[in-house]
C-alpha cells in the first residue's frame, strides 16, 4: 500500500459512505427515512463527482454534478415526500426477511460483488477503478432493496438507488457517461418517477393499500 | 536411548498393557465396588499421570522421535506397526492428563446400582482409554482400523451402561450405527491411500503419489470418516443423544478425549499421511468448522438437560478445531508456513483446553446428577450453597470454555484469531475476502458460548432451589474432588503458561513440515509466537494485574470504609416471598437465541390461552438436520430392506440355492 | 522503557479512576440540558458514589459469595482495561502483557460476572436483566471485536497502543473502512453502556432495563463500586474510540514530558466533545423495543464486517 494522495482517499471514503447508505437503506423500515436517506446519497454522490471534476479537469463531470444535485437532492426526494404526505405512507410493514437476515444476504453480495470487480479494476486504468466494486455492490444492493420490501413506495427508493450505483460506476469506470445519455438517464428517471406516482394513487384507490401482496393475487389468467 | 527402562515407546506400551490389565483385574470380582473404586481406578489415573509425563518428556526430546516398534501380531504379511512421533505424543498427553483426572474421580463416582457392575464398567473403561492409546500410537491401516474399533465398541457398551432404559438403548445403538459408518469412510481412505502399492502401512501411505483426484477422495473420506466420530455438523446427530446417555465419567471421556482422537486422525491424514492436495481443499473444513461451531452453539442455548448442553458445546469446539485445521491447510497451500503452523498450534493448544474444559464440566454435572438425581436444568438451582466444591470448581471449567482470559480457552482463540488476521494475505480471489470474515464467525461463536455458559452455571449452581428435595444435596466425595481439581488445575496451568507450551506444539507443526514458528519466541511468562516484537500477551502478568487489583480495591474498601454487612429477604416488591418458581427457567434464559436464530430451529410450541386455569407452556426444540437429512435417509433404507425381504422366503432350501448361485457367480468371476 | 513511560502508564490509570465519575457527570449535564432540565453538579456522580460507601451494606440472605466478589472483580477488570488503553501515551509498559483481544476478553469477564452475581440471588429482575446483559453481549463482543480487526489490518498488529500510534502517525489520513467501523463501535459504545436506544440509565422501570436490573440486590459499598465500574466503563469505550478513531494528540513514540503534558489537554477536549455528542445522540433516539436490540447490533456486528471487506478492497 503506497502513499495515496489525499484527494483519492477522499474519494474513497465518499465511495464508502456511498455503501454505508446502501447498507442503511437495507436495514430501513421506516420509507420517510429511507428517502432522506437517498438524498444524502445523492449529495455524497455529487460531491463524490464534484471532487473527480476537480482532480481530472473534466468539465462535463461538472455539469453531471449539477444534475446529479438538481434531480437526486432536490427535485426526487421533494416529490417523493410530497408523495409520502399525500399517500400517508410513512411505515414499511415487516420486510419480507427480518434485518440481520437482509444484511447478512448484502454483506454477500458486497463479497460477491468486490470479488467480481478485482480482476475488472486491474484493468481499468481510471483513478478511481478500487470504486468500481462498491458501484457494483450499491447495485445490487439497492436490487436487494427492492426485493426485500412490500411496500411499493420503498420499492422504488429501491429503483432510484440502483440509478446511483449505476451512474457511480460509470463514473468511476469512465469518467462518466457521454452527456447525452446522462440527461436522457436523469430524464427518464424524472418522468419514470411522475408515471409511478400517478400509478401509486390510482392503485391506492382500486385496493385501498400500497401493499404489493394485493397484487399477487391478480396475475394475469386468473 | 536410554537402555535401563527401555525407549519412551515401549514404556507407554506397557502402561497401556497396565491399563488393560487394571481392567481385567475388574473382571474378576465385577460386583466388588471396594476393588474398582478404592484401587484399580486411582491406579489407572496413575497410569494416566505416568503416559502424560514420559509422553511429554518424549515430545521435549525430539532427537529420539519418531521411535518405531514392530509388535509381531496381527495379520501374517502385516506385523503390527507402532509409531511415537511429536504429534502422537501429544495427543499422548492430552489421553494420559485428562484421562488421570477423569479416572480419580470415577473412582468416587461409581455405584452398584441398575446397570453394569461395577468391575465390568471398570474393564470397558480401561479398554477405552488403551484402545485409545493404540489408535495413536498406530503405525498402519490394519492396528489403527482395530485399535479405532475397539475403542469404538467398548464405548458403546460404556454409553448403553444403564441398558434398561430405553432411551439409552436408543442412543447406543444410534451411535454404534453412526460410528460404523464413520469406520467404513476411514477405511475406504485407507485403501485410497495407499496408492496402488497394497501396501497398508502408514510409511507405504506417505510415499505413496497420488492424482489430485484420489487425494481429494481420500481427503474428503477422512473429513467423513474423522467427522463423524468427532460429530462435525451434520454428522453430529449420534453426539448430543449418546454423551448424555452415558455415565458422567465416560461423557467426560468421550467429549474429553475421544474427540480429540478423532481430531487426531483428522490432522494425521491430512498434515502427514496425504500429499499433493491443493491447499484450497481446506476451506472445506474452515466452511464445515464454523458452521458446525455456530450451530453446535446456538443448540447449547436452547438445551434444557445439562448434559445436552454440554454435548452440543463439544459440537461447537469440534468445529472450531475444524475450522483451525482448514485453516492451516489453506496456509500451507498459500506458502504461508508460519500462519500454517500458528493456526495448527492453534488447533492443538484447543483440543487440549478442550479435554480439560469440557471434562471438567461434565464430572461436575455428574456431581450435581448423583446427589440430586436431576438432569433437567428446570429443576435445579442454588448448589453454590449445598455443594460449594462442585460450584467453585465447575466455574473454573464455565469461564475457561467461555473463552475469559487468563483462563486456558482465551488462549486458544487467542492463537485463532491471530492466525485468522492473516487470511486477506491468502492468494485466491474470492477466499481473501471471504476467509477473514471467519474471525468474526469465530467472535460470535466465542461471544456465545460466554451465554451459554452463564445459563449453564447460573440455572445450576446460583439462584434459588427450583424443587424442595434440592435441599438434601451433599458435595462432592474427596476422590471426586480431586478430580475435578486436578481438571481445574490444569485449565489455570494451560491458561498461564502457554508461552512454555506453544513452542512444544510448534515442534509438532515444523515434524508435520507445516511450517516453523520463529526461533526466539518470549521469556517464559511471555507469549508471543511470531517473535517478540510482534503480537504478544502475558497471562501471568495479566492475571496478576487483575488479581492484584481486586486485592487492592478490597484493602482499600475495607481500610475506608468498615461498615457493617447485614443479611436481609430480597425485595419481592411486596409481592410475598420469592421462590424458586419466580426466576427464569432454563427455557426463558435461552429464549433470545431463540428468538434471533429462529429459523434453526423445529420448534413446537405449546402456548396456554388467556382463559385457562392451569396454563402450561412447552416447547420443543428439534433438530431440522435430524429430520431434513436423516429421516428420509432411514425412510429409504427401511424402503430398501423391505425390497429386499422379498429374498426372504423362510425355507431352507431357498437360501441353500441362494448359497450355491453365489459360489458358482463367484468362482465364474474369479477364474 | 523509560522512566516517562511508566509516569504515563501510571497516570493514565489515576486519570481514569479520577475522569470516570466526572465523565458520566458531564453527559448527564448535557443530557439536561439538551432536555430543557436544570442539570446536575459536575460532580453529582462522586457524591453519589460517597454516599454509597458510608452506608451498611445489605445483602441477601441467600447471596453466595460469588455476589459479595463479584464487585470486586468487575471493578478489578475495569482498572485493568483502563492500563490497556492508551489514552494519554502510546508507549504503555504494560501493553505488551495484553493486546486488543486481551482487551475484549476483560470486558466479557467484567459482564460474565456481572450477570452470574444478577442471577445468585434468584430474584425475577436479577435472572431478567442477566438474561437481556447477555443478549446485548453476544452480538456486540464480536462487533467490537471486529471493529478491532479492521484497526488491526491496516496497522498489523492487534496491541492497542501500536495501532493507536500507527494509525497517527501513518501515511493515511482518511480511511474509508474506519467510517464503517466508526459507525458500529458507536453502536456498540451504545449498546455496552446501558444507553438509549438500549438501555435508559435514567429510569428505573423495570420492564424495560438492563444494566440496573443486575445491580437491583446491590447497596451499599458493593452498588458503589459497580457504579464506579460502569462510570469506568464508559470512559474506556471513550478511549478506545479515541484509539482508534481520533488518535492524534496523545503522545506517541519516544516523545518527552512536554508530549505528555500536551496530551493532557487534549484528553479533556476529546472527552468533552465526546460527551456532548453521546449525549446529543441519547437526546435524539427513542428507546427501542427489547426484541429490537439484537436488530440493532446486529447491524452493528454487519456493518464491522463491512469495514473489513471496504478495507479489503480498497486496501485502506
Aim: glycine share 10%.
Amino acid at each position: 500500500m503506497g502513499q495515496t494522495p489525499f484527494v483519492m482517499q477522499l474519494l474513497d471514503t465518499l465511495a464508502a459512505l456511498l455503501l454505508l447508505l446502501s447498507f442503511a437503506m437495507l436495514a430501513q423500515r421506516r420509507v420517510a427515512t429511507l428517502v432522506e436517506l437517498f438524498a444524502l446519497q445523492g449529495g455524497v454522490l455529487c460531491a463524490a463527482t464534484l471532487l473527480l471534476a476537480w482532480r481530472t479537469g473534466e468539465e462535463n463531470l461538472l455539469l453531471s454534478a449539477a444534475l446529479t444535485f438538481g434531480v437526486k437532492v432536490l427535485a426526487l426526494p421533494w416529490l417523493l415526500r410530497r408523495m409520502i404526505r399525500r399517500l400517508g405512507v410513512y411505515w414499511d410493514t415487516d420486510p419480507l426477511l427480518n434485518i440481520p437476515g437482509t444484511m447478512l444476504v448484502g454483506v454477500l453480495i458486497v463479497v460477491f460483488s468486490f470479488g467480481l470487480a478485482q480482476p475488472i479494476s486491474a484493468l481499468a486504468s481510471t483513478a478511481t477503478r478500487s470504486a468500481i466494486g462498491i458501484a457494483v455492490a450499491v447495485i445490487l444492493l439497492a436490487f436487494l432493496t427492492m426485493i426485500t420490501r412490500r411496500k411499493a413506495m420503498s420499492q422504488v427508493v429501491g429503483f432510484l438507488s440502483m440509478e446511483n450505483g449505476l451512474f457511480f460506476g460509470a463514473m468511476s469506470a469512465t469518467y462518466g457517461m457521454p452527456m447525452v445519455v446522462e440527461l436522457g438517464v436523469a430524464l427518464d428517471v424524472l418522468v419514470a418517477m411522475l408515471v409511478l406516482g400517478v400509478f401509486f394513487f390510482q392503485i391506492r384507490e382500486q385496493f385501498d393499500s400500497l401493499d404489493l401482496d394485493r397484487l399477487e393475487s391478480h396475475q394475469g389468467g386468473r | 536411548m536410554t537402555v535401563a527402562l527401555g525407549a519412551p515407546l515401549d514404556q507407554i506400551l506397557a502402561l497401556l498393557c497396565a491399563w488393560v490389565a487394571i481392567g481385567a483385574v475388574g473382571l474378576v470380582r465385577p460386583a466388588s465396588l471396594k476393588i474398582a473404586g478404592r484401587t484399580l481406578f486411582p491406579l489407572g489415573a496413575v497410569c494416566g499421570v505416568a503416559i502424560a509425563a514420559i509422553a511429554a518428556i518424549a515430545a521435549t526430546h525430539l532427537s529420539q522421535l519418531p521411535e518405531r516398534l514392530e509388535l509381531p501380531i496381527g495379520l501374517p504379511a502385516l506385523p503390527m506397526h507402532l509409531r511415537l512421533d511429536a504429534l502422537s505424543a501429544t495427543f499422548l498427553v492430552l489421553l494420559g492428563a485428562a484421562s488421570a483426572g477423569i479416572s480419580l474421580f470415577g473412582a468416587g463416582y461409581f455405584r452398584v446400582g441398575q446397570g453394569t457392575p461395577p468391575g465390568l464398567l471398570c474393564f470397558e473403561y480401561h479398554l477405552f482409554l488403551a484402545s485409545m492409546g493404540f489408535v495413536l500410537l498406530a503405525d498402519d491401516a490394519y492396528s489403527f482400523m482395530v485399535a479405532w474399533e475397539t475403542m469404538a465398541l467398548s464405548s458403546y457398551f460404556l454409553v448403553t451402561s444403564q441398558h434398561r432404559i430405553g432411551e439409552i438403548r436408543r442412543a447406543g445403538f444410534l451411535y454404534l450405527l453412526i460410528a460404523h459408518l464413520g469406520a467404513l469412510a476411514i477405511l475406504l481412505c485407507f485403501g485410497v491411500l495407499q496408492g496402488g502399492s497394497w501396501r497398508f502401512t502408514f510409511d507405504a501411505m506417505r510415499a505413496a503419489h497420488l492424482s489430485a483426484g484420489w487425494a481429494a477422495a481420500a481427503f474428503l473420506l477422512a473429513l467423513a470418516g474423522f467427522g463423524t466420530k468427532a460429530g462435525l455438523v451434520p454428522l453430529h446427530v449420534w453426539l448430543p443423544e449418546a454423551h448424555p446417555a452415558a455415565p458422567s465419567p465416560v461423557s467426560a471421556l468421550m467429549s474429553g478425549v475421544m474427540l480429540k482422537i478423532a481430531i487426531y486422525g483428522m490432522l494425521r491424514v491430512a498434515f502427514d499421511l496425504l500429499h499433493g492436495l491443493p491447499g484450497w481443499w481446506g476451506l472445506v473444513p474452515v466452511g464445515l468448522g464454523l458452521f458446525s461451531a455456530l450451530y453446535g452453539i446456538v443448540f447449547a442455548a436452547a438445551q434444557t438437560d445439562m448434559k445436552r448442553l454440554l454435548a452440543y458445546s463439544s459440537i461447537e469446539n469440534v468445529g472450531i478445531l475444524f475450522t483451525g485445521l482448514g485453516l492451516a491447510m489453506v496456509f500451507r497451500g498459500a506458502a504461508m508456513p508460519t500462519v500454517a503452523a500458528l493456526a495448527l498450534i492453534a488447533v492443538l493448544y484447543h483440543a487440549l483446553n478442550h479435554a480439560f474444559m469440557k471434562s471438567l464440566l461434565f464430572l461436575g454435572t455428574g456431581s450435581v446428577l448423583h446427589s440430586t438425581g436431576e438432569r433437567n436444568l428446570g429443576r435445579l438451582g442454588g448448589l453454590i450453597h449445598r455443594m460449594p466444591w462442585v460450584a467453585w470448581l465447575t466455574l473454573v471449567g464455565a469461564l475457561a470454555i467461555a473463552g475469559l482470559p487468563p483462563l486456558n480457552g482465551f488462549v486458544s482463540e487467542w492463537l485463532l484469531l491471530q492466525a485468522f488476521l492473516h487470511a486477506n494475505e491468502v492468494p485466491y480471489p474470492f477466499v481473501d475476502m471471504l476467509l477473514p470474515l471467519g474471525a468474526g464467525m469465530v467472535a460470535l461463536v466465542g461471544a456465545l458460548a460466554g451465554y451459554v455458559m452463564v445459563k449453564f452455571y447460573g440455572v445450576v449452581f446460583l439462584g434459588q432451589p427450583r424443587e424442595p428435595s434440592l435441599a438434601r444435596a451433599h458435595d462432592a466425595g474427596r476422590t471426586e474432588r480431586a478430580g475435578l481439581a486436578w481438571l481445574a488445575l490444569g485449565c489455570v496451568a494451560l491458561g498461564l503458561l502457554p508461552a512454555t507450551i506453544v513452542p512444544a506444539l510448534g515442534a509438532v507443526a515444523s515434524s508435520l513440515g507445516v511450517g516453523a514458528l520463529p526461533a526466539r519466541g518470549g521469556p517464559w511468562w511471555m507469549l508471543a509466537p511470531l517473535g517478540p516484537q510482534s503480537i504478544s500477551y502475558a497471562p501471568p502478568i495479566f492475571a496478576g494485574t487483575v488479581i492484584a487489583g481486586v486485592l487492592l480495591t478490597v484493602l482499600v474498601v475495607r481500610l475506608a470504609y468498615r461498615r457493617p454487612v447485614r443479611r436481609a429477604p430480597p425485595w419481592a416488591c411486596g409481592a410475598g416471598p420469592l421462590t424458586g418458581r419466580t426466576q427464569d427457567t432454563a427455557e426463558g434464559f435461552g429464549q433470545p437465541i431463540r428468538h434471533f436464530f429462529t429459523p434453526w430451529f423445529a420448534m413446537r410450541r405449546h402456548l396456554p390461552t388467556p382463559f385457562d386455569t392451569a396454563p402450561r407452556y412447552s416447547v420443543e426444540i428439534g433438530d431440522r438436520i435430524w429430520r431434513a437429512l436423516y429421516e428420509p435417509l432411514a425412510g429409504w433404507v427401511d424402503r430398501g430392506a423391505a425390497a429386499c425381504a422379498v429374498f426372504q422366503r423362510g425355507r431352507i432350501s431357498t437360501y441353500l440355492l441362494y448359497a450355491l448361485a453365489t459360489l458358482c457367480l463367484l468362482l465364474a468371476l474369479v477364474i | 522503557m523509560r522512566p516517562i513511560d511508566w509516569l504515563t502508564q501510571v497516570l493514565e490509570v489515576v486519570a481514569a479512576l479520577a475522569v470516570a465519575p466526572l465523565f458520566q457527570g458531564w453527559v448527564n449535564q448535557c443530557r439536561a440540558w439538551l432536555q430543557n432540565r436544570r442539570a446536575p453538579p459536575l460532580w453529582q456522580v462522586y457524591r453519589g458514589i460517597r454516599k454509597l460507601f458510608h452506608k451498611d451494606a445489605v445483602i441477601a440472605t441467600n447471596a453466595s459469595p460469588l455476589f459479595r466478589v463479584a464487585p470486586y472483580v468487575v471493578f478489578a477488570t475495569m482498572l485493568t482495561a483502563a492500563a490497556v488503553i492508551p489514552s494519554m501515551g502510546t508507549r504503555l509498559p504494560f501493553s505488551p502483557a495484553a493486546d486488543a483481544i486481551a482487551l475484549v476478553g476483560l470486558f466479557a469477564t467484567a459482564r460474565m460476572f456481572l450477570a452470574l452475581a444478577a442471577m445468585d440471588v434468584g430474584t425475577p429482575f436479577g435472572t431478567l436483566g442477566a438474561r437481556r446483559e447477555m443478549m446485548v453481549g453476544f452480538l456486540a463482543e464480536p462487533a467490537l471485536l471486529m471493529v478491532i480487526f479492521v484497526a488491526a489490518l491496516i496497522s498489523s498488529t492487534t496491541a492497542l497502543p501500536s495501532i493507536s500510534e500507527r494509525l497517527a502517525t501513518g501515511p493515511l489520513v482518511l480511511s474509508p473502512s474506519l467510517a464503517f467501523t466508526g459507525v458500529a463501535f458507536t453502536m456498540v459504545l451504545l449498546a455496552e453502556n446501558g444507553r438509549l436506544p438500549i438501555d435508559n440509565p435514567a429510569t428505573h422501570l423495570e420492564l424495560t432495563m438492563i444494566h440496573e436490573a443486575m445491580l437491583l440486590e446491590y447497596s451499599a459499598r458493593h452498588l458503589a463500586l459497580m457504579e464506579f465500574a460502569s462510570a469506568l466503563k464508559l470512559m474506556n469505550y471513550a478511549c478506545i474510540g479515541f484509539a482508534l478513531f481520533v488518535p492524534w494528540g496523545s503522545a506517541t513514540g519516544a516523545a518527552g514530558p512536554f508530549a505528555l503534558a500536551a496530551a493532557i489537554p487534549a484528553l479533556a477536549v476529546k472527552l468533552l466533545v465526546a460527551g456532548a455528542a453521546l449525549a446529543l445522540i441519547e437526546t435524539a433516539s427513542a428507546k427501542l423495543r427489547v426484541f429490537r436490540a439484537p436488530e440493532f447490533l446486529a447491524t452493528a456486528f454487519l456493518f464491522a464486517v463491512l469495514g473489513m471487506l471496504v478495507h479489503l478492497l480498497l486496501g485502506a
